[in-house]
Antibody, heavy 119, light 115 residues
Framework: QVQLVESGGGVVQPGTSLRLSCVAS????????MHWVRQAPGKGLEGVAY????????YSADSVKGRFTISRDNSNNTVYLQMNSLRAEDTAVYYC????????????WGQGTLVTVSS | QSVLTQPPSVSATPGQKVTISCSGG????????VSWYQHLPGSAPKLLIY????????NRPSGIPDRFSGSKSGTSATLGITGLQTGDEADYYC???????????FGGGTKLTVL
């Protein structure tokens, strides 16, 4: 069965960096685009970053542009989110999500990893 | 402020039907596929409904009962839930790609209460 397991979350100070990882299993990873979606406390879902199946194209939300970078390693079935210059407003649960390839349908979600940015 | 607009809350009694609206624009719902998600507290969001290349807006992944349905018209979409159960209490989100923002966008979420 499809599994997405995130890691790398934690408590960090403003201005520092963190890298999230997501290991995928149960499907052909290199056939699917991947997303990172976050949910801040008491808020709704926000699309953070998106990467094509082969890594050739990447997109990120304006709120994180220039600070966050999505990447993937298809040989290790892993997608990453490098987060630099973290701010308090980046505090959220970060979900790794598979794109179902039927038109931006996000069909499998990891359990999420909590990132807390606080001094 | 979310790009897509949903009502903050809806409520109904068990067995009834409820609809949740999602309003957007030409850069998102109007020209891209819409999907709907159920988010139960403490769990990961779950895909309920997706639109496909034939512009059929009522596709469900395996395991999702046909009590859940979707529709779309222009720049708005609607999720319908019939035969409401207490287990349907959750937050519901619409989502789609925004071609101008080049990112996934979601509604602010609608909290469903089954009284």
């Amino acid at each position: 069965q499809v599994q997405l397991v995130e890691s790398g979350g934690g408590v960090v100070q403003p201005g520092t960096s963190l890298r999230l990882s997501c290991v995928a299993s149960g499907f052909i990873f290199s056939h699917h685009a991947m997303h990172w979606v976050r949910q801040a406390p008491g808020k709704g879902l926000e699309g953070v970053a998106y990467i094509w199946f082969d890594g050739s194209n990447k997109y990120s939300a304006d709120s994180v542009k220039g600070r966050f970078t999505i990447s993937r390693d298809n040989s290790n079935n892993t997608v990453y989110l490098q987060m630099n210059s973290l701010r308090a407003e980046d505090t959220a649960v970060y979900y790794c999500v598979r794109d179902g390839q039927r038109g931006f349908d996000l069909d499998y979600w990891g359990q999420g990893t909590l990132v807390t940015v606080s001094s | 402020q979310s790009v897509l607009t949903q009502p903050p809350s809806v409520s109904a009694t068990p067995g009834q039907k409820v609809t949740i609206s999602c309003s957007g624009g030409s850069s998102n719902i109007g020209n891209n596929f819409v999907s709907w998600y159920q988010h139960l507290p403490g769990s990961a969001p779950k895909l309920l409904i997706y639109e496909n290349n034939n512009h059929e807006t009522n596709n469900r992944p395996s395991g999702i009962p046909d009590r859940f349905s979707g529709s779309k018209s222009g720049t708005s979409a609607t999720l319908g839930i019939t035969g409401l159960q207490t287990g349907d209490e959750a937050d519901y989100y619409c989502g789609t790609w925004d071609s101008s923002l080049t990112t996934m966008v979601f509604g602010g979420g609608t909290k469903l209460t089954v009284l």
